[in-house]
């Protein structure tokens, strides 16, 4: 007859059932029977740690959500609103900051915050080289704004990009500052933060932001090569931007001279030092350069006895400069010679075929002013200058023109026309189709086009 075993469990396994029967607080505190007390010390650690992580998110989200307040969309004031870019209220919120390239030539725009608030307000300043331009609002309607930080971050540090790329607003993406003093331009003495927040057309002028929610810089554009975020992001330091609005900015001369770093294969080839001076590869006509005698083949040393390497230092050595001229040491067949280079503002533009003329500001427009010659019907568009206000506003060759701000467009009246304002063309292209064209030839100059639903730059400029 077989025998029944009876297995009788050890103290451990019976310990393990009557706790899995327990409620979960007392389970939880059941080891604390049988062993030290220094076993709760981890458990409170952990408890430390997640209450210190919910309070960082909590502090970073109210940073996240100030900065967002003070982040600014900016339109058009010409009754069209088209999207220029983003901006943030500096300081005590009467003054918003943003790219020279966002509000480009106009001298008013709409600024709309994430509340849908719209105010007119006036751009005061404008820097093209640095690309920095400040606009002034009639009186702080949208509160306060950021505080600009003092100093550079350091490497590493996380940042927040803010705005509205490709046209989606209240926009936040976050990175690490790759690099704190990065020069872009070698004609431009600006050193611009890198980092690695994503940001696209329509980003340029919003802020960039540290941990503490204060303001390093804006955002302006990304790497070159491409229109679309690659990895890597420009932002211009918020200490320059002080300094621009409190006037103490020089302005970039336009030296109309082409130079290039001296390698080694150039250093052999011309029997110089490599890395001593800048090869000077084109002087423009009647340019400050060509003024002060330079010539194509000589090599800039010296600017004001300030040693020149490679031609991003030629930027910054002029904007160090104390008066209306500097000297600039030159090697010139083999021989050192002092070029006296002035530095006044010049009243004349350099065009492509690089005849000099007396700059004009044109009040009233003709259709040969706006770059259209008719065929013989009088209303269709036989020839459209390429680069010309009717073309940059979107009309072409083949169009017919319909109406003028909405009055019938005969011969007899576009044979006369004179735009002193910007006008609204109805045009029948080619295959049948209709569009209203704007024409406004005092604004930018500068196509906008429609890329992911926000109306950007033209695709062959990198900056945003």
């Given at each position: 007859?077989?025998?029944?075993?009876?297995?009788?469990?050890?103290?451990?396994?019976?310990l393990r059932k009557t706790i899995a029967h327990m409620p979960l607080s007392r389970r939880l505190f059941a080891p604390l029977s049988r062993r030290p007390l220094l076993r709760l010390v981890p458990l409170l650690a952990l408890c430390i740690t997640l209450a210190g992580a919910i309070a960082d998110r909590a502090q970073a989200a109210a940073m996240l959500d100030r900065g967002l307040a003070a982040t600014l969309v900016v339109y058009t004031d010409d009754g069209d609103e088209k999207l220029l870019g983003s901006a943030v209220l500096w300081r005590d919120g009467r003054l918003a900051v943003t790219n020279a390239h966002v509000v480009k030539r106009y001298t008013r725009v709409i600024l709309r915050n994430r509340d849908g608030q719209l105010v007119s307000a006036s751009v005061i300043l404008r820097d093209e080289k640095r690309d920095i331009a400040v606009v002034e609002l009639p009186d702080p309607v949208f509160?306060?704004?950021?505080?600009?930080?003092?100093?550079?971050?350091?490497?590493?540090?996380?940042?927040?990009?803010?705005?509205?790329?490709?046209?989606?607003?209240?926009?936040?993406?976050?990175?690490?500052?790759?690099?704190?003093?990065?020069?872009?331009?070698?004609?431009?003495?600006?050193?611009?933060?890198?980092?690695?927040?994503?940001?696209?057309?329509?980003?340029?002028?919003?802020?960039?932001?540290?941990?503490?929610?204060?303001?390093?810089?804006?955002?302006?554009?990304?790497?070159?090569?491409?229109?679309?975020?690659?990895?890597?992001?420009?932002?211009?330091?918020?200490?320059?931007?002080?300094?621009?609005?409190?006037?103490?900015?020089?302005?970039?001369?336009?030296?109309?001279?082409?130079?290039?770093?001296?390698?080694?294969?150039?250093?052999?080839?011309?029997?110089?030092?490599?890395?001593?001076?800048?090869?000077?590869?084109?002087?423009?006509?009647?340019?400050?350069?060509?003024?002060?005698?330079?010539?194509?083949?000589?090599?800039?040393?010296?600017?004001?006895?300030?040693?020149?390497?490679?031609?991003?230092?030629?930027?910054?050595?002029?904007?160090?400069?104390?008066?209306?001229?500097?000297?600039?040491?030159?090697?010139?067949?083999?021989?050192?010679?002092?070029?006296?280079?002035?530095?006044?503002?010049?009243?004349?533009?350099?065009?492509?075929?690089?005849?000099?003329?007396?700059?004009?500001?044109?009040?009233?427009?003709?259709?040969?002013?706006?770059?259209?010659?008719?065929?013989?019907?009088?209303?269709?568009?036989?020839?459209?200058?390429?680069?010309?206000?009717?073309?940059?506003?979107?009309?072409?060759?083949?169009?017919?023109?319909?109406?003028?701000?909405?009055?019938?467009?005969?011969?007899?009246?576009?044979?006369?026309?004179?735009?002193?304002?910007?006008?609204?063309?109805?045009?029948?292209?080619?295959?049948?189709?209709?569009?209203?064209?704007?024409?406004?030839?005092?604004?930018?100059?500068?196509?906008?086009?429609?890329?992911?639903?926000?109306?950007?730059?033209?695709?062959?400029?990198?900056?945003?």
């Amino acid at each position: 007859m077989p025998r029944t075993v009876t297995m009788i469990p050890t103290p451990a396994q019976m310990l393990r059932k009557t706790i899995a029967h327990m409620p979960l607080s007392r389970r939880l505190f059941a080891p604390l029977s049988r062993r030290p007390l220094l076993r709760l010390v981890p458990l409170l650690a952990l408890c430390i740690t997640l209450a210190g992580a919910i309070a960082d998110r909590a502090q970073a989200a109210a940073m996240l959500d100030r900065g967002l307040a003070a982040t600014l969309v900016v339109y058009t004031d010409d009754g069209d609103e088209k999207l220029l870019g983003s901006a943030v209220l500096w300081r005590d919120g009467r003054l918003a900051v943003t790219n020279a390239h966002v509000v480009k030539r106009y001298t008013r725009v709409i600024l709309r915050n994430r509340d849908g608030q719209l105010v007119s307000a006036s751009v005061i300043l404008r820097d093209e080289k640095r690309d920095i331009a400040v606009v002034e609002l009639p009186d702080p309607v949208f509160g306060p704004g950021l505080i600009p930080a003092t100093g550079l971050p350091a490497l590493g540090d996380e940042v927040y990009a803010l705005g509205a790329p490709l046209q989606t607003t209240s926009t936040v993406t976050r990175g690490i500052v790759s690099a704190t003093e990065r020069q872009v331009l070698a004609a431009v003495p600006v050193r611009y933060i890198q980092h690695d927040a994503a940001i696209n057309p329509g980003s340029s002028g919003g802020p960039l932001l540290d941990a503490a929610g204060r303001v390093l810089g804006i955002n302006a554009r990304v790497a070159d090569g491409s229109r679309l975020y690659v990895g890597i992001s420009y932002a211009i330091p918020a200490w320059l931007i002080d300094r621009a609005i409190a006037g103490d900015l020089l302005p970039v001369p336009d030296l109309g001279v082409t130079t290039r770093p001296i390698d080694r294969r150039i250093s052999a080839a011309l029997g110089v030092a490599k890395g001593v001076g800048v090869l000077v590869d084109n002087v423009n006509p009647a340019s400050l350069g060509d003024r002060a005698g330079l010539h194509a083949g000589d090599i800039i040393i010296a600017v004001d006895g300030v040693t020149i390497t490679e031609p991003g230092d030629l930027a910054f050595a002029l904007d160090r400069r104390a008066g209306a001229a500097v000297i600039l040491t030159v090697r010139r067949d083999g021989m050192e010679t002092a070029v006296t280079l002035g530095l006044e503002t010049q009243s004349v533009s350099i065009d492509d075929d690089g005849a000099s003329r007396s700059i004009a500001i044109i009040r009233a427009y003709d259709l040969a002013r706006l770059g259209l010659h008719l065929a013989q019907d009088g209303v269709t568009v036989d020839v459209i200058s390429p680069a010309s206000p009717a073309f940059l506003a979107g009309m072409d060759q083949g169009d017919t023109i319909l109406t003028v701000n909405g009055q019938p467009a005969t011969s007899e009246l576009l044979a006369t026309l004179k735009v002193s304002r910007p006008i609204l063309v109805l045009v029948r292209r080619p295959d049948g189709r209709t569009l209203h064209v704007t024409v406004d030839p005092w604004s930018n100059g500068t196509r906008t086009r429609p890329v992911g639903g926000a109306n950007v730059l033209d695709p062959a400029v990198v900056i945003f």
